[in-house]
């Protein structure tokens, strides 16, 4: 009689899944899958937000490292027209120690026979009204309105000069505006101060606060 082999049985296939602990750990190996893609894309996400707003502040600090720096390259231009420029008269000079006699005799003002210095120059083009234009741009940070010293405008500048605007109608521009070179800012007129310059523009300049004659920047 044959011998019948004896035959091991095969390990059942589903006896790893019958086990108490395997349906939980493929939950929790899913379940860290799927919690790594979402701090992987929120990663991404963040990192694009950040370099999009540091992208957006490089540009902003920029165009205002521009707007400074051309502002500082601005050099003090004629407060009207060069059209005028051969026609404009220096009725009254600045009054410096150090000038010679004449100039410093140009630079008295006088008042009910009182004498004072000049602080910046009178000027005139042919005794009639012109316009007056920002020497330099600023902003406006004063508008004073006084009819018997001349009305006038006080424009500060980013490189911390200051120009003054005095003996002007037709005001164009308010306190806290912004002003371009060039850019007109009233009209000249006469006043009860002066009454002897007639129509003109009393134009003063400051640097660091204290006033500086207007020749050393300006060819008049």
């Known amino acids: 009689m044959r011998e019948e082999k004896q035959t091991t049985p095969s390990p059942n296939k589903n006896s790893w899944q019958k086990k108490p602990w395997f349906w939980p750990s493929i939950y929790a190996g899913i379940a860290a899958v799927l919690i790594g893609l979402i701090f992987s894309y929120n990663a991404i996400i963040n990192d694009d937000e950040e370099k999009e707003v540091a992208s957006t502040n490089n540009e902003t600090t920029s165009q205002e490292t521009v707007i400074e720096t051309n502002a500082r390259q601005e050099t003090l231009k004629y407060p009207f027209s060069e059209d005028h420029l051969d026609q404009v008269q220096v009725l009254q000079d600045f009054y410096d120690v150090t000038a010679d006699e004449t100039t410093r005799e140009n630079a008295l003002l006088v008042f009910n026979q009182t004498f004072s210095t000049s602080s910046g120059v009178s000027l005139s083009v042919n005794g009639e009204p012109f316009e007056v234009l920002a020497a330099m741009s600023g902003e406006v940070t004063e508008v004073k309105l006084d009819a018997f010293t001349g009305n006038k405008i006080v424009i500060t500048h980013p490189n911390g000069m200051e120009t003054q605007y005095s003996s002007v109608t037709d005001i164009l521009v308010k ?29 003063q300049v400051l640097q660091d606060g204290e006033h500086v004659n207007p020749r050393n920047f300006l060819a008049f």
């Open 175 to 203: 306190e806290g505006d912004t002003v371009e070179q060039g850019q007109p800012l009233a009209t000249t007129t006469e006043n009860e101060w002066n009454p002897t310059a007639g129509n003109h523009l009393h134009f």
